[in-house]
């Protein structure tokens, strides 16, 4: 019901990526390597600069920059065909409910490699 003078703004659905104020910096990057959904947790490759899901260690078995953790992703991106352009954030405060790890990685596990690079998670919000 609209009270009378007022007039239906519509809906809002709160943003569960983010768990607290910390500025947020962010960057467009090269993304590589697969689908990922937002709020998955990147690494960068020290030698193309490029940005795919953390591993513990790269497709080769050599250490390559990905398997360290510096980054969020922002947005839904498909780099499975081609390298696209996409958002990530490179420091904030994150609901850890709402993030993804690569395979032999745990958010839980990455947290404090996360809080080196000013990424701070909480978990105060299902998800």
């Avoid at 959904?37 to 490759?45: T, V």
């Amino acid at each position: 019901m609209t009270v009378k003078g007022f007039t239906d703004q519509g809906s809002t659905t709160a943003d569960k990526l983010f768990a607290g104020e910390f500025p947020v910096v962010s960057e467009l990057v090269t993304i590589t390597g697969g689908k990922y959904s937002r709020g998955a947790i990147l690494g960068q490759n020290t030698t193309s600069g490029k940005y795919t899901i953390c591993v513990p260690t790269a497709a080769n078995g050599t250490a390559d920059g990905t398997e360290t953790p510096c980054a969020i992703l922002a947005e839904d991106t498909d780099a499975s065909t081609d390298d696209v352009q996409a958002v990530v954030y490179l420091t904030g405060v994150f609901n850890a409910t709402a993030l993804t790890a690569g395979t032999g990685n745990t958010v839980a596990g990455l947290k404090g490699k996360l809080r080196e690079k000013s990424i701070f998670l909480k978990t105060n919000q299902a998800y």
